[in-house]
């Protein structure tokens, strides 16, 4: 079994420690986006860039949002998450597991 959530982009699901998910187009985007460069920290801005295809105007609480649904399908404990850590002020970074 992988240490990492694994991405499906035909039914646009992710699956980690035999749980399965399906996320919007938007949370794939997002998550794609993250684990496409571990360890680096992408700005809300970046983010909804890329998932929405368009220059950002605050952003912030939207991505948030997002990011807070992504941990509930991927996160054994989404108020602690192991996966996506948020940099206060910076933005998000994916840390692959252990």
Not at 16 to 38: A, F, H, M
Not at 81 to 92: C, H, Q, R, T, V
Request: hydrophobic share 35%; proline share 8%.
């Amino acid at each position: 079994m992988t240490n990492l959530p694994v991405l499906n982009q035909n039914d646009l699901s992710v699956s980690y420690q035999g749980r399965y998910s399906r996320l919007t187009p938007k949370e794939y985007s997002i998550l794609e986006t993250l684990i496409s460069e571990p360890g680096k920290t992408f700005t809300p801005e970046e983010i909804y860039r890329t998932a929405w295809e368009a220059e950002p105007f605050d952003c912030h609480l939207v991505i948030s949002v997002h990011i807070r649904h992504i941990r509930q399908k991927i996160e054994a404990n989404p108020s602690r998450p192991a996966f996506i850590k948020s940099l206060w002020g910076k933005g998000y970074r994916f840390i692959p597991g252990n």
